[in-house]
């Protein structure tokens, strides 16, 4: 499976973006906080296939992890749920 430069980039702009947005938390309620990050993932995935929008996912929750405190659990939970 080839990928062009530019379905390389694209893939790596939008991890770059939903990594940012999976650090800003929007409060809606006491316990539950509004999650843009997946906005991103979802772009990738209609526009370049479903293997670019699983790489992106992937990226998103690796970064994810250097500055959580749930202990891997979260994010791993988070990219189940980005699968399905």
């Not at 509004?34 to 990226?59: C, H, Q, Y």
């Not at 998103?60 to 988070?78: N, R």
Request: aromatic share 10%; net charge neutral.
């Amino acid at each position: 499976m080839k990928y062009s430069t530019r379905q390389i980039v694209i893939t790596a702009v939008l991890a770059a973006i939903s990594s940012i947005l999976f650090m800003i938390e929007i409060p809606v309620v006491l316990f539950y906080k509004l999650d843009l990050s997946n906005v991103p993932v979802m772009i990738g995935t209609f526009s370049m296939g479903p293997f670019s929008g699983i790489t992106i996912l992937f990226i998103k929750c690796l970064t994810g992890i250097t500055h959580s405190s749930t202990g891997m659990i979260g994010e791993l939970a988070d990219f189940f749920i980005g699968l399905i």
